[in-house]
T-cell receptor, first 112, second 111 residues
Framework: EAQVTQNPRYLITVTGKKLTVTCSQNMNHEYMSWYRQDPGLGLRQIYYSMNVEVTDKGDVPEGYKVSRKEKRNFPLILESPSPNQTSLYFC???????????FGPGTRLTVL | ELKVEQNPLFLSMQEGKNYTIYCNYSTTSDRLYWYRQDPGKSLESLFVLLSNGAVKQEGRLMASLDTKARLSTLHITAAVHDLSATYFCAVDGNRDDKIIFGKGTRLHILP
């Protein structure tokens, strides 16, 4: 089944404890992206990747890192999480940039 | 800087009525997307509009794009309860590879 998977789906952590949210797609898509969704703010793009080893900042990249070593994986790294990073995170992929995106199920992160 | 504005942000309407959601954006783009999100769920793609004058229809939903006016509309015909959801438009900026989403329109259709 064609899909975008994210792990974990739920995470509660404490300030400063490094964490990684994984994202994987099995559709051989070139474009991958991370978003955060906050009430009243819609979705905001954190980072995106046009292809392997090509990543760039979205609208709200501060406090996040990403890597794209393989086409299928696009992990989101929070080196030192803070409470203002408590949010619902979505990973998405598309065949290339000019196309609809397929979204993962979301990861609800709480930073205490 | 590309900005995307949707209105209304909340809409409560009765079954059987027609209504339109508007999506305005601030800089040149000819690529616009509509997504639907059900409560507690992820987003699913509804329409991809890739040129001026593009019109797409699926069931009771119809989306259009006017790149000169920098406006897209999502029209709902004879609404049914199943269409209750939050609808997002997203714009692909021509000058960079970012994708900017509107804040979403929460649609509640009363039986």
């Amino acid at each position: 089944e064609a899909q975008v998977t994210q792990n974990p789906r739920y995470l509660i952590t404490v300030t400063g404890k490094k964490l990684t949210v994984t994202c994987s797609q099995n559709m051989n898509h070139e474009y991958m992206s991370w978003y955060r969704q906050d009430p009243g703010l819609g979705l905001r793009q954190i980072y995106y990747s046009m292809n392997v080893e090509v990543t760039d900042k979205g609208d709200v990249p501060e406090g996040y890192k990403v890597s794209r070593k393989e086409k299928r994986n696009f992990p989101l790294i929070l080196e030192s999480p803070s409470p203002n990073q408590t949010s619902l995170y979505f990973c998405a992929s598309s065949p290339h940039r000019v196309n609809e995106q397929f979204f993962g199920p979301g990861t609800r992160l709480t930073v205490l | 800087e590309l900005k995307v504005e949707q209105n209304p942000l909340f809409l409560s309407m009765q079954e059987g009525k027609n209504y339109t959601i508007y999506c305005n954006y601030s800089t040149t783009s000819d690529r616009l997307y509509w997504y639907r999100q059900d409560p507690g769920k992820s987003l699913e793609s509804l329409f991809v509009l890739l040129s001026n004058g593009a019109v797409k229809q699926e069931g009771r939903l119809m989306a259009s794009l006017d790149t000169k006016a920098r406006l897209s509309t999502l029209h709902i015909t004879a609404a049914v309860h199943d269409l209750s959801a939050t609808y997002f438009c997203a714009v692909d900026g021509n000058r960079d590879d970012k994708i900017i989403f509107g804040k979403g329109t929460r649609l509640h259709i009363l039986p």
